[in-house]
């Protein structure tokens, strides 16, 4: 392939990972557009099968069943991580680091992370997400007066090897196996659509027939075919280009114990891609490999094509954020929330829908609220009393700021802990013992996850609704007041208390049993009541 454009860029697009148009890619003394690496080295005997260009794969070892305990995936409290802004536990593998660039390497690792895991196993997280680790593009993008490196591990360059920024190999089953000890399961983020900018996948003769690029004018209109961001793409309908990408991500799937795959650009690769990666990773990975894949702007409806044919087993719902932040701000009418909050348990039976505030490609929940922690606590607090799995973003428990892009992917704070690359950076404890409690009462009540929901109150400005799980009986109340006013509630008594006692599960006090509740809710608070023990 000639390429008279050496890394082109994308132009912004609605699952854009970067809100930039008409980008540069420029070459660096020591980036791949000035001193391309050999290309992946793609056996002729059999197309698809490939080993490093540094080093021999080494054969997959079988599939090993995770330590992780046996627990519905409803009930998991997953946190997200940008791996390269969390921890830096290795200084000697920072490679072009600078803290001080929003688009640079921060210089954050497997070690570090797993240095730290008590950071999340304190808070009470049961699930962790990785974004991906695999080697990614030497070069940067520019075009917003900086240089955009591929830190975030989207922009990979060869699926066969890991970043060495990031570690080695057995620094990540060092990593896994040290959050099985905790309890905590692990995704990693595995990308399938497309490989970096002017990767050696568009150099090497044996693999550039398999992508579309616009340098070639050969990108679609439609999800499958076309370019996203600008990213060149693999042809994943060819067999022999869906068994390379198969075979590579699978392998680190084996060899490093993970639990599961976080899917990116779900809808830009085809239902028999899907269906092909159901069946292989059930058979070569275990029945229960768990598969979340993002379908940009998805929802119940529009995930329904990847669940009713068993291509995956939970997507993103990209309307919980704007819908609570929404209804936190006292925009929009209660009942409206309550009936989105009902319709998100008509998900197709035995899959399930991921709910986040915050992300690594959505301007951050504190910030859309301008910094109000008052407003912020009510969503997370809907957050974790509704149906779906929770993602918590990095950070945003202490009140990390976050921001539009880059600002959302800034390093997680530490405070006054000497932990690289966050050291220093401000952190809200109080917030995140408020995110301890509701994580806390979360995990010991099936309601909250598995539960039916039904609206208590749905006029005004406190929300109330309960959560009745029958397999277990267990049922809690959530009374949410968005107004600056007290207000009081009443309804009846819930039949699954079978009248007893109420306790406050939040903030601690008991309500005495009797015909109706009475219940008063603070400005700007939440009450969460359960049956008392």
């Known amino acids: 392939m000639v390429d008279s454009s050496p890394c082109r860029p994308p132009a912004r697009r609605a699952n854009s990972r970067h809100p930039l148009t008409s980008l540069l890619f420029v070459p660096l003394a020591l980036a791949a557009c000035a001193h391309?690496?050999?290309?992946?080295?793609?056996?002729?005997?059999?197309?698809?099968?490939?080993t490093s260009a540094t080093a021999p794969v080494a054969a997959p070892a079988p599939a090993v069943a995770p330590v992780a305990p046996a627990r519905h995936w409803a009930d998991e409290v997953l946190y997200f991580v940008v791996l390269d802004r969390f921890a830096d536990g290795d200084p000697a593998n920072n490679l072009q680091v600078d803290k001080k660039a929003p688009g640079s390497f921060h210089g954050g690792d497997f070690k570090g992370l797993r240095e730290q895991l008590d950071e999340l196993s304190s808070l009470g997280v049961t699930a962790l997400w990785l974004t991906p680790v695999v080697k990614n593009i030497d070069g940067f993008v520019t075009g917003a007066g900086f240089p955009d490196w591929g830190y975030h591990g989207y922009w990979a360059d060869d699926f066969h090897q890991l970043d060495p920024r990031f570690g080695t190999e057995q620094e990540l089953k060092a990593l896994v196996d040290a959050c099985?000890?905790?309890?905590?399961?692990?995704?990693?983020?595995?990308?399938?659509?497309?490989?970096?900018?002017?990767?050696?996948?568009?150099?090497?003769?044996?693999?550039?027939?398999?992508?579309?690029?616009?340098?070639?004018?050969?990108?679609?209109?439609?999800?499958?075919?076309?370019?996203?961001?600008?990213?060149?793409?693999?042809?994943?309908e060819q067999p022999e280009v869906a068994k390379y990408l198969l075979d590579a991500q699978l392998a680190w799937g084996k060899r490093s114990g993970v639990d599961g795959f976080r899917l990116d650009t779900v809808k830009h690769v085809d239902h028999p891609f899907w269906q092909e990666h159901r069946r292989r990773t059930r058979e070569e990975l275990g029945r229960d490999f768990f598969l979340l894949g993002e379908v940009w702007g998805g929802d119940r409806e529009s995930l329904d094509p990847w669940f009713v044919n068993d291509e995956m087993d939970a997507g993103f719902d990209f309307g919980f954020q704007g819908s609570a932040l929404a209804w936190a701000q006292g925009r929009g009418r209660t009942?409206?929330?309550?009936?989105?909050?009902?319709?998100?348990?008509?998900?197709?039976?035995?899959?399930?829908?991921?709910?986040?505030?915050?992300?690594?490609?959505?301007?951050?929940?504190?910030?859309?609220?301008?910094?109000?922690?008052?407003?912020f606590r009510l969503a997370a607090a809907l957050q974790l009393t509704t149906s779906g799995i929770p993602v918590i973003y990095y950070g945003e428990e202490v009140g990390r700021p976050g921001g539009d892009w880059p600002a959302n992917r800034s390093d997680m704070p530490w405070g006054e802990r000497a932990v690289q690359p966050g050291a220093g950076l401000p952190r809200d404890e109080s917030l995140r013992q408020f995110y301890q409690k509701l994580i806390t009462i979360r995990r010991a009540h099936p309601a909250l996850s598995r539960g039916t929901h039904k609206g208590l109150a749905t006029e005004g400005d406190v929300y109330t609704f309960l959560r009745h799980e029958p397999e277990s009986g267990d049922a809690v109340v959530v009374a949410v007041n968005r107004s600056d006013k007290k207000a009081s509630i009443s309804f009846p008594w819930p039949e699954a208390w079978s009248g007893a006692d109420a306790e406050d599960l939040l903030d601690g006090g008991r309500l005495t049993a009797g015909a109706t509740m009475d219940v008063t809710v603070e400005p700007l608070s939440v009450r969460i009541l359960g049956r008392a023990r």
Do not use: M
């Open 36 to 50: 391309p690496q050999p290309p992946p080295r793609v056996a002729t005997s059999e197309v698809g099968t490939s």
């Open 335 to 375: 009942v409206a929330f309550d009936a989105y909050l009902r319709s998100r348990h008509k998900v197709r039976k035995g899959y399930h829908l991921s709910h986040f505030l915050s992300s690594h490609d959505v301007p951050g929940a504190l910030f859309q609220l301008q910094g109000d922690k008052t407003r």
């Open 180 to 236: 099985h000890q905790r309890g905590i399961r692990v995704l990693l983020d595995v990308v399938y659509n497309h490989p970096g900018y002017n990767s050696r996948y568009q150099k090497a003769p044996e693999t550039k027939g398999w992508l579309r690029s616009e340098e070639l004018g050969t990108c679609g209109q439609d999800d499958v075919t076309s370019c996203v961001s600008g990213l060149p793409d693999f042809k994943t």
